[in-house]
Structures are given as C-alpha cells and as structure tokens.
C-alpha cells in the first residue's frame, strides 16, 4: 500500500499531532498572551480532524501493515472525543481566571490536542505496540494536565498520583502485551485472535488477564478504581471533566476492540472478567457515592458507576453490545460534562470555587435554570426514564438480555437503584433545602449554551436521536465483528 | 373523529401548559394550570363520547413506529383504559383547585409537577408499546418525588425517598423482563403480546418480575409500607393524585400484563395473590383502625381497598373483573374525596390529628353531610359506586375461593369500623377547644370541588351500567384468554335439579 493511502487513513491523527506541535511554537514565541488564540485555534484543529475523519479515515480499512485500523468503530469514538477535548478546552479560560496565581498557560490546549491525538491512536490501534504508543501519548499528556494548577497542593498530589498509578496500570499492561506476544508471537490483533481460537494456552490466559487489569485500570473500573476519586478531586475542573469524559470514550473503546477484535475467539474467558468488573463497578461506585459530601468526588464514583454499565454491554460480546457500549458513551459524555460545567458555575462570593454538595443548597430558588440542568443531570445518570439516561441503559441492558446474561442483568439494573439513590440526594439539596448563600451569577455565554446544549440533548428530546445514533452506533458495532 | 390524534392531543395539552407554567407568575400558573386540566377534561369527556362501545378492542389507535428506535410511539385505548383515563382527567381540575389557596410558595413549578404528572398518567393508560408504557410508568417517580419533598410536611424528605426508592425498586425488574419479552416475542407492541404464549415456566419469572413491580405500585402487603408515609407527608392534592390515579396503575398493570399475557402463571400463583390481599385487608384494616392521624387511617384504608382489587382481578370471572375496576374506579374518587375532606379541615388548623377534632358537625354542617357521605361510599354502603364495587368483587372471588371470600368481606364490618370510628370522633361529639370553635364551613370553592365527585359516585353506585358498558367487551376478551388456566374453585357448587344455567356454563368450560 502507498504511503499516501496510509496518510489519508491517519489523517485526524497528523492534523492533532501538527496543529499540536505548530501552536506549541507559536506558544514558545507568543508566551500567555497567546492563550486566547491558541485555545480557539485549537479547537478549530479539533474541528478539523473531525472533518478529516469524513475520508478515507471512516473506512480505509488497514493502514501501514496492518498496524491501524481505520473503520466506522474508531471514528465514532473519535467524534465523541473530540467533541469533549473541545469542550474541555472551552470551559477552561473562566476556571482559570479565578484561580490565585494559577493562569491559564497555552500549554492547556496544546495538552489537550496531543491527547487527543494518543486517544485517537488508541482507538484504531489494531496493533498491541500502537495501542501502548497510543496510551502513552494520552496519559503522559493527561498527568500534567491533572497538576495545571502549580500552586495548588491538591492539584500536584492528583498529578503525582495519577503519574504513578498510571505508570503501573501501563505496566501491568505491558506486562500482558509480552505474554500474549511471547505466546501468540504476534503483537497484531488479528494474529492474536488466531492464537486465541481453539484451547487457548495457560500463558494466553495470563496475558489477557494482566491486559484486562492494564485496561480496566485505565476505564477505572473496580477493582483498579483507586485513583480515580483523588484525582478528579484534586485536577482543576475542566480537566476533571475532561478526564470523565474523552479519555473514559477513548480507553472503554480501546477495551472493546482488543477485546473483540485481539481476542474474540476467547470470548468466554475474557467475559467473565468483564462481569465482575460491571457488577463491581457498578456496586461500589454506587455505595461508595453515598457518603461523599465534594461534588467533584461525587461525580467520579458516579463515572465509576457508569463504566459498569457501560461494561454490560461489552459483556454481551455481541454487535448489539457493543453498539450499546457506543451509545452509553454517547449520552454519557453529555451527561458529564453537563455536569461538570455546572460544577463549574459553583462560585462563592469572590469568585472562588466551591465544592461541596451542601453548597448547593436551596438552588432551586437562587438559580432554578442551573438547578434544573442538573437536576436532569442527575435524573439521567440514574436512568430514570423519561431522560436519555434511560435509554443509554436501555441499549446494554437489551444487549445483555439478548445475550442470555439474566443474572447480569438482574443485579446490574437492582444496584443502579442504589445508585439512584445519591443522585437523588443532590436534587433533594437543590429542591427540598433551605437556600444558602447564591453562587456568584454567570457570566460566561459559551459555558451556559454548553449547559443548555447538554440539557436538551438528555432531555426526552434526546429519544428522537436515537434513530440517528443508533443506526450510527450499530454501523460501527459491526465494523468490529 | 377519525384521523383526530385526540390521544397524542390529551397528553400534549398538558405538557405544553407545564412547560409554559414554568415561565410565568404564581397567579397565572394558577389559572394556566385549571385550563389545561379543564381543556383535557373536556377532551376526556369527547373521548368517551366517540368511544364505539362493543367495537374495535383498540381505538383511537396512533401507531409511529420507530420514531423512538426500538420502541415507537404507539397509543390506543380499550375501555379499562378508557374508564381510568377519565378518571385521571377527572380528578386533575380538582387536585389543581384543591392547591389553589393552600400551595403558596413556588407555584409555578407546582403547577407544571401536577401538569406533568397527567401527561404521564394518560401516557401509562394509553400506550400501546411495552416500552412506551414503561417510560411512562417510571417517569411519573420524577414529578411525585418533586411533589412530595418540596410541598409535604415535616417529615417529607424521608417520604419522598421512600417513595421514590421502593417503586424504583420493584420497577426495573419489570423493566429487565420486559426487555426478554421484546426479544423473545420480537416485538414489543401490547396488543401482539397480549396474544403471545411465552411458556409456562418462563412465564412464572416474568409474572414474579411484573409484579414486584405493580405490588409495590398497588400496594400490597407487606410492600405497602411506602404508601402511609408518602400519603402524610404529601400535600393534599398529592395525596388526591396519588390515591386517585397513581395507586391505579398497579391494578392496571395486573389486568393489562400479568393476567392477559401470563394466564398460566396466574393460575397457578392465585394463592399468593389471595393470602397477600387477605391478610392485608385484615392488618391493614385494624392498622387503620388504631391510627391517630387522619391521612395514615385513609391511607391504611386504601391498602385494604386495593386488596380487594386484586382478588377481583384474580378470581378470573366477569364478576371478579368488573368488580375489580369498579373498585379502583370507586376507590380513585372516593379515597381522593376524604384526602380533600381531610384537606379541608387542616387547612384551617394545620393539624391532621383526629384527637384535636371534634363536634365539626355544629359549626360546618355542610362538611359533616359530604365527609359523611364519603364515609358511607368508603364503607360500601348500597347505593354508592363502594358498594357495587366490593359486591362485584367479592362475588367473583366466593366462585373461586370461599376461604378468600370470607376473609375479605371482613373489610366491610373493619372499614365500617374505622371509618366511623373516624367520623364520630372528628364531626360529632361536643367543641372542645377554641381554635376548633371558630372553624368555618365549606367555602363555594371546596364545595364544587367535592360536589362533582359525590355526584359521579353516587351515579356509579345507583346506575354502574354507564361504567361497565365500556368494559364488558373487554372483560370478555380476558376472560377467553385467561380461561384455560382458571384456578379449580372450592365452592364446589352441588348440581341439583333442574341444573341452574351456571352450572352449565361450568360443565362447557372443561
């Protein structure tokens, strides 16, 4: 194949990678001036690599031997992620404005697009050695993003815990890669599930289990959760928020391709794993939510939570699975980062943030727009129906059934009421408390259109998309099998 | 009528009045609010109008399918749904005017909680598509919970969780079954399932799936215990809604899910369907009769009410059937007009403690006359829709189990017990305090409020043909679906000579 196919396959990629290098000069020379510029640069280079995404990048099929794999899956996932690397880069200037000491420094976006870029390679990885190279490139990008606030000692402890958990997590992964390497002897996914068809070696068993340890840590699932609520507590909101939602989109993707492109034939090992990291998933994110009084904490047991179900789908194994796993994402994205850009709007009287759940007291009254956002928010990520959120759990928990996985389903859909429990205490202090004290007006155009966007996109408008996506998400699905 | 989406237009007048409420003051949320209920009442009232009674089984059917991807939105009515659709429509321009002068703060978002609430009331009746419903069904926690936590009394915060909690629970059961019968039967219209044969020993699953969900709505014992609290804490109007409406989607549920698609399953779980409704007409009864607050003893009654819905439901004869609707019917308007007597009284003293009463009938005689009036339909006192209701039931049931039977009219002499043990202590006896003194009687408002309701149920009880007509049909088309899995009665009725024509009709069924 000639080189010029294999750049119009990676062409979203080249187009985050160079914008990405050609703004970090401009940042070299322009210094913090520039910041404004270059985050709307930026996000017309996200922009652009989703219009690059349009070519041959959907559906090329295999670029440079088979080591990317360009098709209607990885581009899906790109969308969504893109999407939230835009609206990371958006709701960072007013967060950072507020901050004592800590300004927004171009290094932001450029972060931002380079793990972009890492998430992107991860999803069309249909290598082991791309998707590490992938990984890396999002997370190395990631921890510093996660300690942006220098002065801040929470934000440098998330950094440094996020580096080194991180670290191993990748580790662990390495460590699976090689033994499915040394055992397979191919590092490309196709390979792999050759290997894997028939009775599959005790030293392929081991090496899909350390790879599903390396990838459940990166989607945060129990039992590799541990890092999660600290950092999303600690790193500064918007790339919280980022955090809970691209890099969630990218590794839950990238878990579902190696999952059922690398090692399909091995469905039955690997499935089992994925149940118990669901039902674990689910339960602990829900009852470990309950005591949490910081909304950002809140928010991460809910992520948390969320992966479980999202796993659900992946347990199905089938193209409706995954086609649910797509569509879970999807409302789940808007549902987080509805939510954290109302997170973001809490502000005290001088303009600093506030995070606990007490502050939001009695909002209904002081900011009823706001609260309502988030109380739709909130009703959605419990899967009360009539929001989106119900449907996204419509979409796994159909799949699961289809897949005849009852007990699965039946103790998934019984923990998501704890689940809703919670969710139901932060409307309860928005509607039914006395008001404290009013959080500072917004004053920010692009951040309340963001809300509103999200909110009516959860909102039972949402179940006339779901034509659209769903024939999208099933496309893509089937890409895979 | 034909090509008038009137169903679409029922739910969609409320929903436009929610939304525009929340954008507008106290006052003309207020009169927005009456509007909409009215405008659909109106609706209601053309919808029973054309409703062809002995034609088509579904009518007034609206089919888009896929609009929704796997589900579409798909509405149609027979005349069970029929009947409680105009109950709901009926008893919504009271709830509002019972909140007139009580719901001072945040009108408006009260206003559009109760609009969105019959949207979703009349969605659950009309649907025709499992998935539909289901929306429906569980969408309603949402403005209830609203309703509960930010109007209620003291202790509403735990009863809005309660509530919301308990039926979230026994609902997403329902919901995981509901998704294997979308893929075994493949498709998920009610109509085609109402006719689908899942076998015997899947249907057992999905029949205990189904009913943890509407047990839990209904309720029964011993899943009741939601429903005192959520009844106490709740504004008047909430608690009109709750009983009226929202308490009849449970026994909708069982008579469109659990018996048409599951007959065998039903036959066979009868028992447990008739121990849990006689024990609850029992406990729950004399739990009534021991309670000290008003809204708890009509709230313990409701349960003991239901439970004789159920047996109605499960006797699996036209009797039973009828009868069961006609209870729920009765019930809806009944127990809604003592919530609004008990409204009534503690909007002046802001007390629902029977003790702090007494003597009412000096000083508000025109109160005295309709809460008594209420008091005797709630007994079943012939002559009222309550009478006709428990006989129907009960006769039914007797034909099926004589055991049950005899448990459950104990509900008669324990409700007569309670509830006139309730009216003698609140509205006779001698004044005792002041406060109580200077109570005034009905203003025209409350009287037009409860007069409609005393005239339907009075209507019901002297001519229920109006209410069954609708039915009948309906009825018939159960009772040949569920009839190959009737349960053997123990009453075993002695054929003697000539052979009376019930008997006959015994001998053909088998």
């Known amino acids: ?481 | 009528m034909t090509g008038f989406p009137i169903l679409s237009v029922l739910i969609a007048v409320p929903m436009i009045a929610a939304i525009a409420c929340l954008f507008v003051s106290a006052n003309t949320a207020r009169m927005l609010a009456l509007a909409g209920t009215l405008i659909d009442f109106v609706l209601g009232i053309m919808l029973w109008m054309n409703y062809d009674i002995g034609g088509a089984q579904w009518q007034f059917v609206e089919h888009a399918p896929g609009i929704f991807g796997p589900f579409g939105w798909s509405l149609g009515i027979d005349g069970f749904a029929l009947m409680l659709i105009m109950l709901s429509v009926f008893l919504m321009p009271i709830c509002i005017g019972a909140s007139w002068r009580s719901i001072t703060t945040r009108v408006p978002e009260y206003m559009a909680a109760f609009l969105f609430t019959e949207v979703l009331m009349i969605g659950t009746f009309a649907a025709q598509d499992l998935f539909l419903f289901y929306v429906f069904f569980e969408a309603g926690l949402i403005p209830m919970y609203l309703i509960i936590g930010i109007w209620g009394g003291a202790n509403r915060i735990y009863a809005s969780y309660k509530f919301f909690l308990y039926t979230l629970l026994g609902s997403v059961l329902m919901f995981i079954a509901m998704l294997y019968m979308a893929k075994t039967a493949g498709t998920t219209s009610i109509p085609a399932l109402l006719n689908y044969d899942f076998p015997a020993h899947v249907q057992t699953w999905l029949w205990l799936a189904f009913f943890a969900s509407f047990a839990v709505k209904m309720p029964m014992w011993p899943v009741h215990t939601w429903l005192p609290d959520a009844h106490v804490q709740a504004p008047t109007a909430g608690s009109v809604i709750l009983a009226g409406v929202l308490l009849k989607l449970g026994g909708y549920g069982f008579l469109r899910f659990l018996l048409p698609m599951f007959p065998e399953a039903s036959g066979q779980l009868t028992w447990l369907i008739f121990g849990l409704s006689a024990v609850a007409v029992i406990y729950t009864s004399l739990v009534a009769l021991v309670q000290s607050d008003m809204k708890k003893l009509i709230a313990y009654s409701s349960v003991a009410h239901m439970a004789i819905v159920t047996i109605g439901l499960f006797a699996f004869n036209r009797q039973g059937i009828e009868g069961a609707m006609i209870m729920m019917l009765s019930h809806g308007l009944v127990s809604g007009a003592l919530f609004l007597c008990v409204g009534v009284i503690y909007d002046q003293l802001h007390t629902r403690e029977i003790s702090r009463y007494g003597g009412l009938a000096i000083n508000m005689p025109r109160y005295a006359i309709l809460f008594l009036f209420f008091t005797m339909a709630s007994i079943g006192l012939p002559g009222t829709s309550g009478f006709v209701a428990e006989f129907l039931s009960l006769m039914g049931t007797y034909q099926v189990s004589t055991w049950t039977a005899l448990l459950c009219t104990t509900s008669i002499i324990l409700g007569a017990a309670y509830m006139l043990y309730l009216y003698r202590r609140v509205v006779f006896g001698e004044i005792k305090s002041d406060d109580v003194r200077g109570m005034v009687d009905l203003s025209a408002r409350e009287f037009w409020l409860l007069a409609p309701i005393a005239a339907v149920v009075l209507w019901m009880g002297v001519y229920p043909e109006s209410f069954l007509a609708p039915m009948r049909k309906d009825v018939s088309v159960l009772l040949a679906r569920v009839d190959r899995a009737k349960p053997a009665s123990d009453s075993n009725p002695t054929a003697g000579k000539p052979a009376t024509v019930h008997d006959a009709a015994h001998g053909e069924a088998h």
């Open chain 1, 1 to 481: 194949m000639d080189y010029a196919a294999n750049i119009a396959m990676t062409l979203p990629e080249l187009v985050l990678a160079l914008g990405a290098i050609a703004l970090m000069l401009v940042a070299a020379w322009g210094g913090e001036k520039a910041t404004r510029a270059i985050s709307i640069a930026a996000v017309f280079v996200l922009v652009g690599a989703g219009i690059a995404l349009t070519g041959p990048a959907s559906s090329g099929g295999y670029a440079f031997d088979g080591m990317f794999r360009a098709d209607a899956f990885g581009t899906f996932a790109k969308v969504l992620i893109y999407i939230a690397s835009a609206v990371a880069i958006m709701m960072a200037p007013s967060f950072f404005a507020r901050t004592q000491g800590d300004n927004l420094r171009p290094e932001y976006p450029v972060l931002i697009l380079l793990s972009a870029c890492g998430m992107g390679i991860m999803v069309s990885a249909s290598d082991m050695l791309t998707l590490y190279v992938g990984l890396e490139l999002q997370s190395l990008a990631a921890y510093v993003l996660a300690s942006f606030m220098r002065r801040d000692g929470r934000s440098a402890e998330a950094g440094l815990k996020y580096f080194v958990l991180g670290a191993l997590a990748s580790g662990i992964l390495l460590y699976g890669i090689s033994l499915v390497y040394g055992f397979s002897g191919t590092t490309v996914f196709a390979g792999i599930a050759d290997a894997y068809a028939g009775t599959p070696s005790l030293g392929l068993l081991f090496g899909l289990v350390f790879v599903f340890a390396g990838l459940a840590f990166k989607i945060s699932a129990v039992p590799f959760h541990m890092w999660t609520p600290d950092v999303y507590e600690g790193a500064p909101t918007p790339v919280t928020a980022f955090f809970a939602s691209a890099p969630k989109v990218a590794a839950l993707a990238m878990s579902v391709r190696v999952a059922v492109e690398a090692m399909g034939p091995a469905t039955d090992q690997w499935r089992q794993i994925v149940i118990f990291a669901a039902l674990a998933s689910i339960i602990l994110g829900a009852v470990a939510a309950i005591g949490q009084t910081n909304v950002k904490r809140l928010l991460a047991y809910s992520s948390i939570n969320n992966v479980g179900f999202a796993l659900i789908g992946l347990a199905a194994g089938t193209p409706e699975g995954v086609s649910g796993v797509l569509m879970y994402l999807t409302i789940y994205v808007a549902m987080t980062l509805g939510s954290f850009l109302v997170v973001l709007q809490m502000r005290g009287d001088d303009g600093q943030p506030v995070e606990s759940i007490a502050s939001l007291s009695g909002m209904s009254r002081t900011r009823p727009g706001l609260a309502a956002a988030l109380a739709i928010f909130m009703f959605s990520l419990a899967g009360i129906p009539p929001l989106f959120g119900f449907y996204a759990k419509f979409a796994v928990f159909s799949a699961a059934v289809d897949a005849g996985l009852f007990p699965l389903a039946v103790v998934g859909i019984a923990a998501s009421v704890i689940g809703a429990y919670y969710y139901l205490r932060v409307v309860k202090t928005m509607y039914f408390d006395d008001p404290a004290p009013a959080f500072a007006p917004m004053d920010n155009k692009v951040e309340g259109g963001l809300i509103a966007l999200a909110a009516i996109f959860v909102s039972p408008a949402g179940y006339l998309l779901i034509p659209v996506i769903g024939a999208w998400t099933m496309a893509a699905a089937r890409a895979l099998f």
